[in-house]
């Protein structure tokens, strides 16, 4: 399962006009602060996660579970995002 910081790495890799962090949070439409916490491994909000995905260019379900996945307090919340995450990611469907 993909984290925060490969969907982030992935955006910058896809613009190549962004150099920075404050580039890619002006991009992305949200603070440097927040890209800072998210590399720092704490979870990007499920807005920022949508807004990623279309960046990317795949479905939203895909980072929105990656993101829900790394928030979840049980084992059985986990386990329902990354049956999500593998639904989207291997099959492309809901």
Same mark, same amino acid.
């Given at each position: 399962m993909k984290t925060t910081l490969d969907?982030?790495?992935q955006v910058i890799k896809k613009q190549?006009?962004?150099?920075?962090?404050n580039?890619? &949070? /002006?991009y992305l439409g949200i603070t440097r602060?927040?890209?800072?916490?998210?590399?720092?491994?704490?979870?990007m909000s499920v807005l920022v996660a949508i807004?990623?995905?279309?960046e990317l260019e795949i479905h939203p379900?895909?980072?929105?579970? &990656? /993101?829900?996945?790394?928030?979840?307090?049980?084992?059985?919340e986990r386990d329902f995002w990354r049956e999500q995450y593998e639904r989207i990611t291997v099959?492309?469907?809901i």
């Open positions: 969907y982030l790495n190549v006009s962004i150099e920075n962090d580039q890619l &949070a /002006t602060q927040a890209i800072h916490q998210y590399k720092q491994g704490q979870n807004k990623v995905a279309f379900l895909e980072t929105v579970s &990656a /993101t829900l996945y790394a928030q979840a307090k049980t084992d059985p099959t492309n469907r």
